[in-house]
């Protein structure tokens, strides 16, 4: 008989109780890299081969960062069949500008950084994000849950930085948010309509 180990039978305790509490809720695992299948195989076989429980498998995708396109799409596609699970994506962006709100500088700042195809404009952002809704909506089986907005309301807000306890600190996302530097919603938001 192979034991499991102490953190997967802690894990596996765990979600026992809170589904006692709460059956309907879903232990979602969330990985970044979106784009790279090897490391998502990697970890998640070497997590099942342990008996932790989950029921969805989640993925950053930062197209700058983690990828194509079809790197996010191959990689939802098989993960979602290997391990049959829903898949969705936790976090996402882009720009709707290089130009920067607060003065602290952006994660995003340099036409060099984009994705190509996709400008930072309000246009852009709201293509690449529709892209990335389309590749989730794509998954087969239905097994595509959908995307999160990372962040999708964080505007340049004095006071309203990275550290809160430094009102000084600024926001290296302001310029990829959902809403402009004056509050008022971008084309992307659209996306989010059935």
């Known amino acids: 008989m192979r034991m499991r180990s102490t953190a997967a039978r802690t894990q596996n305790d765990e979600r026992q109780s809170y589904k006692a509490c709460s059956p309907n809720t879903k232990v979602v695992l969330h990985l970044a890299n979106g784009g790279d299948n090897g490391a998502f195989?990697?970890?998640f076989d070497n997590i099942t081969s342990r008996g932790v429980e989950f029921d969805v498998i989640a993925a950053s995708y930062y197209g700058y960062w983690h990828g194509s396109l079809g790197d996010l799409q191959a990689n939802l596609n098989d993960v979602s069949a290997h391990y049959g699970k829903d898949v969705l994506v936790a976090e996402t962006a882009y720009p709707f500008t290089l130009n920067d709100a607060d003065g602290w500088p952006n994660s995003i700042g340099t036409?060099?950084?984009l994705v190509a195809g996709y400008s930072a404009t309000p246009q852009g952002q709201a293509a690449n994000f529709r892209d990335v809704l389309s590749i989730v909506r794509a998954v087969?089986?239905?097994h595509g849950l959908g995307a999160f907005y990372w962040d999708a309301t964080w505007i340049a807000v004095p006071g309203n930085g990275w550290d809160?306890?430094?009102?000084?600190?600024g926001n290296a996302w302001e310029n990829q948010a959902l809403f402009d530097f004056s509050g008022h919603a971008l084309p992307a938001v659209e996306q989010y309509k059935p």
């Open 164 to 169: 809160p306890a430094n009102p000084s600190s």
């Open 140 to 142: 087969p089986n239905g």
């Open 111 to 113: 036409a060099g950084q």
């Open 41 to 43: 195989r990697w970890w």
